[in-house]
């Protein structure tokens, strides 16, 4: 590791803390930034395992065979690997700023990979994810998770790198590059099963990464080593992949039916399809800030004229770069190709009414990204390349800026953090935290001490439907087995259910704070 590696890693680490800082300040929490974490929440925590309500633990658990189930989901269609990322950050730092701080990690692993493979300055590399707002957004407040399924496409082109490398310097266990490979593909549908939104263009670069170019040591020993090499990879996959998408839920439903759920117009009806990526997709394109559409307040501007801005002066590097590399067809080829697989990935996304988030989106975004650095590597003169990366830099500060004056949603109310931590230090002891509104149940399940218990009773449909007194009544028998008092947390609008809960604890009183907490609410039993 040379010195000026160094010096750059020393650097962005001061930009990544900075960013963490930025966005604790200014951008508040979402509960759905950690219901992916939901193994840590039931197996760290023993009283959260209580909640057999909505969230419930253990319902997500999957046999492979017989009866044997094992934590490999965090809900319907997220696994459990996410949790297992984060679990010893977690342990170091059990802060909601940690998580935060897990999607940085991820950017700078992206950043460390475009380094390797196109020899392209590691802090400039950062700087460009990072000023990239809805990208690096969505990478910090991760409501995906799609950090690591994001990171694969940076990670496969070096390991490919390093396999051919490997390779012909005659190096031995060679076969650990495409097993690798083979694991990284399952990891990422372990991860969440949208990364089969991505996996098509994912293979698509794998196999031209191995085969794009046939150099003399190629030619001189044979395809049949990257042949066996794709083989196994696909083995690993296929076999891991399938033993997962076969496992049964305890409501015996295979995981594999969530790829098939309900409630999408037909794939290949081209105007439903294209009237949901006008309505729902093309919106995040016309208007950056829609990226933070999960915290905040935007808006009903689907286009403004800083967004078109932003794109064009990105459209403008791809049409320099490409006519100043035209006259190579190498250079040419992986960069169209990577523009190809980034529209190819957004068009998949779109096949589906359940695509309807940022967090879909920018699956598509790193292709087009890797094309970007190809570019600026490739390029002899970088002075307007660098002109256009300022002017880049300039209009995603104002992004930025303007997310600090967005107001956030009633339930991503600022100061929950700080309410949560009231909450823990008087009552985690000796109560049960019951949550009753959408907004906190992650968050308060996840930090907090380890003697604390979490239930949420929330309707599915709560625009019809109040708590179920059959809950209450379990609640009352779960509270008198372990002998603690309850705790009510919910929101004032969602105030029909307050009475109904009262009628079963008649002795709450309100908790009061020297803060505000917007429209939250916590009612203790005497």
């Known amino acids: 590791m040379n010195r000026k590696f160094v010096l750059a890693l020393i650097v962005v680490l001061m930009i990544a803390l900075g960013c963490l800082y ?53 809900n319907g269609y997220v696994g459990s690997l996410p949790s297992l990322c984060y679990f010893p950050l977690f342990k170091i730092w059990p802060s909601p700023h940690s998580a935060r701080l897990l999607g940085l990690i991820f950017l700078g692993l992206q950043a460390f990979f ?61 076969w650990r590059y495409p097993l690798i490979l083979g694991l990284i593909l399952f990891c990422g549908i372990w991860t969440k099963l949208t990364y089969f939104f991505i996996l098509p263009s994912v293979l698509i670069l794998i196999f031209y990464c191995v085969f794009h170019t046939r150099d003399d040591f190629q030619k001189k020993v044979g395809l049949r080593p990257y042949y066996s090499g794709l083989l196994l990879m696909l083995l ?127 699956l598509s975004f790193p292709f087009a990204i890797l094309a970007a650095f190809y570019i600026y590597s490739q390029l002899s003169k970088k002075k307007i390349a660098m002109a256009l990366f300022v002017i880049f830099a300039l209009l995603n500060s104002y992004f930025y800026f303007r997310l600090t004056k967005l107001p956030p949603l009633e339930e991503e109310h600022p100061s929950l953090i700080k309410f949560n931590n009231l909450l823990n230090s008087h009552y985690a002891k000796d109560y049960i935290f019951i949550i009753y509104s959408w907004g906190f149940y992650f968050t308060k399940a996840l930090y907090g001490p380890k003697e604390q218990g979490v239930l949420y009773i929330e309707p599915y449909d709560d625009f019809h439907e109040t708590v179920k007194e059959e809950q209450l009544e379990q609640i009352k028998k779960i509270l008198k087995n ?45």
Not at 26 to 38: G, R
Not at 488 to 503: A, E, Q, S, V
């Open 22 to 74: 930025f966005f604790a300040k200014y951008v508040p929490v979402c509960m759905d930034e950690f219901c992916y974490y939901h193994t840590i929440i039931c197996y760290y925590f023993p009283l959260n395992k209580l909640n057999s309500f909505r969230e419930g633990c253990q319902v997500c658990d999957l046999a492979i065979w017989g009866d044997h189930f094992f934590p490999l989901r965090s």
């Open 114 to 174: 475009a380094h390797k493979i196109f020899k392209v300055n590691f802090l400039f590399s950062f700087l460009v994810l990072v000023f990239f707002m809805p990208y690096a957004y969505q990478h910090v407040v991760d409501t995906g998770p799609l950090g690591f399924q994001v990171a694969s496409v940076f990670l496969i082109p070096y390991l490919i790198q390093r396999w051919h490398d490997a390779l012909q310097k005659q190096k031995k266990y060679t």
């Open 236 to 362: 690993i996959a296929l076999i891991l992949s399938s033993l997962l998408l076969n496992a049964k839920a305890l409501d015996g439903w295979t995981y594999r039916s969530w790829l098939f759920s309900p409630g999408s117009k037909p794939m290949l009806d081209y105007k439903a399809r294209l009237n949901h990526f006008t309505e729902k997709l093309l919106p995040f394109f016309g208007n950056p800030l829609n990226t933070a559409h999960r915290t905040f307040y935007i808006g009903q501007e689907k286009f403004i004229f800083m967004g078109a801005l932003l794109w064009s002066v990105i459209f403008c590097f791809f049409i320099y770069g490409i006519w100043r590399l035209r006259k190579n067809k190498s250079h040419i080829g992986f960069i169209f190709l990577n523009l190809s697989l980034s529209l190819l990935t957004l068009l998949i996304t779109n096949l589906t009414d359940h695509s309807w988030g940022m967090h879909h989106v920018v």
């Open 482 to 526: 372990i002998n603690r008092k309850a705790i009510f947390i919910g929101k004032t609008g969602d105030g029909k259910n307050l009475p109904i809960i009262k009628r079963y604890f008649p002795t709450l009183r309100e908790v009061k704070t020297s803060f505000d907490t917007g429209s939250w609410r916590a009612y203790y039993e005497e």
